[in-house]
T-cell receptor, first 112, second 114 residues
Framework: KNEVEQSPQNLTAQEGEFITINCSYS?????LHWLQQHPGGGIVSLFM???GKKKHGRLIATINIQEKHSSLHITASHPRDSAVYIC??????????????FGKGTHLIIQP | EPEVTQTPSHQVTQMGQEVILRCVPI?????FYWYRQILGQKVEFLVS????????KSEIFDDQFSVERPDGSNFTLKIRSTKLEDSAMYFC????????????FGEGSWLTVV
């Protein structure tokens, strides 16, 4: 069974700051997902990664398969980025959403 | 922007009652999932569904749970005899293929068992 750990659990930062959220896992995976959960509960998929790096707007996600570690970065953070960011890993071939194992999430607050 | 819709958004039910949570996945998606999140805890995978059958399920998804796609558009989760510990937010999700595609989540159905 994969253990998924995220750090920090809570993060408060000022608008404009560069944010890093970390995720580590214990067993080899096929892919890792970064998700954003809004205060109302809805979940949005941000990235699916199996290697390297992906960028979308101000968000950057990286993964190091050998070190079993991924990071999510937010550049020029804004109060609307305030949410819970969740890392989830897939052990099934191709990284599908079957059997995802989730981290506890990082609660991010960006203050104006 | 296509979206996954779930109903009801919130349901309160008596322990022992049957509950059906409904989901309308995105129309050209083929893979469907249910997850749950107990208040204050991690999201947990329940079941995945493809080609009118379950493709994967977790230990949580025991005989009290069932899923079906009754009419080609709805995807339902049934809990036969609810327990207090079934109180949670239930999320439906869909994806066009099993791998390499974005997963789209619904807004969730909050189930309270009393």
């Amino acid at each position: 069974k994969n253990e998924v750990e995220q750090s920090p659990q809570n993060l408060t930062a000022q608008e404009g700051e560069f944010i890093t959220i970390n995720c580590s896992y214990s067993v080899g995976i096929s892919a890792l997902h970064w998700l954003q959960q809004h205060p109302g509960g809805g979940i949005v998929s941000l990235f699916m990664l199996s290697s390297g790096k992906k960028k979308h707007g101000r968000l950057i996600a990286t993964i190091n398969i050998q070190e079993k570690h991924s990071s999510l970065h937010i550049t020029a953070s804004h109060p609307r980025d305030s949410a819970v960011y969740i890392c989830a890993v897939s052990m099934y071939s191709g990284g599908g959403a079957d059997g995802l194992t989730f981290g506890k999430g990082t609660h991010l607050i960006i203050q104006p | 922007e296509p979206e996954v819709t779930q109903t009801p958004s919130h349901q309160v039910t008596q322990m022992g009652q049957e509950v059906i949570l409904r989901c309308v996945p995105i129309s050209n998606h083929l893979y469907f999932y249910w997850y749950r999140q107990i208040l204050g805890q991690k999201v947990e995978f329940l079941v995945s569904f493809y080609n009118n059958e379950i493709s994967e399920k977790s230990e949580i998804f025991d005989d009290q749970f069932s899923v079906e796609r009754p009419d080609g558009s709805n995807f339902t989760l049934k809990i036969r005899s609810t327990k207090l510990e079934d109180s949670a937010m239930y999320f439906c999700a869909s994806s066009r293929t099993r791998t390499g595609n974005t997963i789209y989540f619904g807004e969730g159905s909050w189930l309270t068992v009393v």
